[in-house]
């Protein structure tokens, strides 16, 4: 049986996480539909508040009443503050990379992103006990990495390795939630695509807010790391695949009966042969081209080439013979190194230079493609690859010829300008790198 203090807790928790939904509501519109999909259930004596997105439909709050009912008592914007806090870390998708992540990292990385966010709204109402050390603290962060998106801080978190006194000092200033329930994407129910469908639509609706009451982009730019497209680099890669004959036992065609037979009837004769060579879908011709201006970091060039290299050094991927040229180029093309067999490959990435690093012009690398698919270089040329950090003059209009163009970007180049509408926009994370970057030549 609940005594009377116990009971009034319970009744008054649920009506002020309503009062500082209403107060989130009238001050950012926009949060409408993301608002919406969060539910709350009462956890008592758990002493935390946390969120699960594991039940089916709408994430679930779980929250102990009286710690809500504390905090408001001190202020009420900390429970307002707090609603804010966890709403963010869903539209950024904070739960679902956290299987990925080296969570400790991971926990203070999300936190500071999204009291940045929340920081740089400047809404009057929002205020809470340490909010000036929190600005203090995250304005020297952006000196040193940029954007404050979770991804760049965790990273920043993971090179520099932090003491364990001022990790926890920066964990327990910008926790206001805890992450137990978080898991692994497979695990749960409401899925990245649906709240990517909400942060889509908040997206949308904030840039006419943001012009209007910030300006610091902070949200946005955390918004489009959440709403961005990955892909796997190596299904991209074999979409340059063309059919041909490759030299190998072709074992779906060959009749085993006939063969043994052949062998018992006649000895050492078999009646039919394997076929040697087989029909395949494989990487036979494209371009890598390698924007080598100032502005792209040579290592991180190297390990994009060392990470091309390893998805087509393959046999699953790769002809015996093929013709892959190498483009490196920043105002004009520096070097083309043609490819034509797996040794030549590896020589290239054992003792391959680097040249270039001035201005940044895309358009010479295409009129030097063009030019060697008119002079018979290229025979079926699928793709052209260009690994760039963006910042350049793009061709105006479609290159004549019918290959493909994908321009790939490092996921932490947040302001990338448009590319043209021809060609195809592809955006690898850092981590994809860092996996097979290999060391620098």
């Known amino acids: 049986m609940l005594d009377k203090k ?9 009506k002020i996480w309503k009062l500082s939904r209403d107060r989130l509501l009238v001050n950012l519109r926009f949060l409408d539909a993301a608002l919406s999909g969060l539910a709350f259930q009462l956890q008592a004596q758990s002493g935390q508040v946390c969120c699960d997105l594991s039940a089916p439909q709408r994430a ?4 102990d009443p009286a710690v809500v009912v504390q905090l408001y008592k001190k202020n009420p914007a900390n429970v307002t503050r707090l609603y804010l806090h966890i709403l963010l870390h869903c539209i950024f998708s904070h739960a679902y990379k956290y299987d990925k992540v080296e969570q400790e990292l991971w926990n203070v990385a999300a936190d500071m992103a999204v009291e940045n966010a929340a920081l740089s709204l400047n809404l009057s109402g929002l205020e809470t006990a340490g909010d000036a050390q929190r600005r203090e ?4 962060w952006k000196a040193r990495v ?3 998106t979770a991804e760049r801080i965790y990273r920043n978190l993971k090179s520099d390795r932090l003491g364990v006194s001022e990790l926890f000092e920066l964990g327990s200033l910008f926790c206001r939630d805890g992450h137990d329930r978080w898991g692994a994407a497979a695990t749960l129910e409401v899925t990245a695509a649906q709240w990517k469908k909400l942060s889509e639509r908040i997206k949308a609706e904030l840039k006419s807010f943001s012009e209007d009451k910030s300006d610091d982009k902070s949200i946005l730019q955390n918004l489009e790391e959440a709403t961005q497209e990955h892909y796997d680099y190596g299904s991209f890669l074999r979409k340059f695949c063309v059919s041909g004959e490759d030299l190998q036992v072709n074992d779906d065609e ?9 062998l018992s009837l006649y000895g050492n004769l078999p009646l039919v042969e394997p076929l040697e060579y087989k029909d395949v879908n494989k990487i036979k011709e494209f371009v890598v081209a390698v924007d080598t201006s100032g502005s792209c970091r040579g290592a991180v060039v190297q390990a994009f080439l060392n990470k091309t290299y390893s998805i087509l050094k393959s046999s699953e991927n790769f002809f015996r013979k093929v013709n892959i040229h190498i483009i490196q180029c920043d105002s004009q093309v520096r070097r083309d190194t043609k490819i034509t067999n797996d040794d030549e490959f590896e020589a290239f990435m054992r003792d391959g230079q680097l040249e270039g690093f ?9 009129s030097y493609v063009d030019k060697a ?3 018979g270089e290229f025979e079926n040329l699928k793709g052209l690859i260009y690994f760039t950090d963006g910042y350049g003059v793009f061709p105006e209009h479609k290159p004549p010829h ?14 990338q300008p448009p590319i043209p509408p021809w060609a195809i926009k592809l955006v690898l994370p850092v981590e994809d790198l860092e996996e097979n970057g290999g060391e620098n030549k």
Do not use: C, N, W
């Open 358 to 366: 001035g201005a940044t012009d895309f358009r010479p690398v295409f």
């Open 254 to 262: 060959f009749d085993y009966v006939y063969y043994t037979y052949g």
């Open 146 to 148: 940029g954007t404050l």
């Open 60 to 63: 679930v709050v779980y929250y």
């Open 137 to 140: 603290i995250l304005e020297q």
């Open 402 to 415: 019918s290959y493909d163009t994908a321009f790939v970007f490092l996921e932490d180049h947040y302001e």
């Open 6 to 14: 116990e009971a009034a807790i319970r009744e008054l928790a649920p």
């Open 373 to 375: 698919i008119e002079s």
